[in-house]
């Protein structure tokens, strides 16, 4: 699977306060030293690099240009790529409880996911259930959720997790408790 990233400067108002064009240079390379990109853009502020390895470590190096020659005071920065999002594969849902299953493509880089659910209605105030969550192992493709209260829709997102960080996007799923049946959607995945 492949992945962006976008950066961000302060656009450089003029070079050497000349008020001369500049463009900036920027070098994208895996590490170790694989060169994917190299280009020239115009100093608007941001670039956007597409087709990127998940879960990699690039180097982003930015030079200020003007009129083909590169200045030597550049600045670098080193990115990893983040994990893909788990998906979610099927909801067993019954009037009290709901059973989330779910597939990664990268199961060997997960550690933990962290369940977090919400309750949205119909009840608010002091008898409306909290909002809460619960990490569970990243070897885990599952988790139930227990004493749904009836008529009330509730709202879950699922993140996996590693020692860099956590994915960048999450899984929504609404379900619906309605007497004796039950309805989950799944809302982004």
């Not at 493509?105 to 119909?122: E, H, K, L, R």
Request: proline share 6%.
């Amino acid at each position: 699977m492949e992945t962006s990233v976008a950066i961000a400067w302060t656009p450089v108002s003029c070079f050497q306060r000349n008020n001369l064009p500049v463009s900036i240079r920027i070098t994208v390379r895996q590490i170790p030293e694989l060169t994917v990109a190299e280009v020239t853009v115009a100093d608007s502020g941001s670039y956007t690099q597409s087709g990127l390895r998940q879960k990699t470590v690039y180097s982003f190096q930015l030079y200020v240009s003007h009129e083909g020659t590169i200045g030597s005071n550049g600045t670098s920065l080193t990115v990893l790529t983040a994990l893909p999002s788990p998906t979610i594969t099927d909801v067993f849902p019954t009037p009290t409880t709901a059973t989330f299953l779910w597939s990664h493509s990268q199961p060997d880089f997960v550690t933990s996911y962290n369940v977090s659910w919400s309750y949205v209605g119909p009840c608010s105030g002091p008898e409306a259930p909290s909002d809460t969550h619960q990490v569970v192992d990243g070897s885990r493709r599952n988790f139930t959720l227990t004493s749904l209260i009836p008529n009330a829709h509730y709202l879950l997102t699922l993140v996996a997790m590693n020692s860099i960080g956590a994915t960048e996007s999450s899984v929504l799923i609404n379900t619906t408790v309605s007497g004796t049946e039950v309805h989950s959607t799944i809302i982004a995945n």
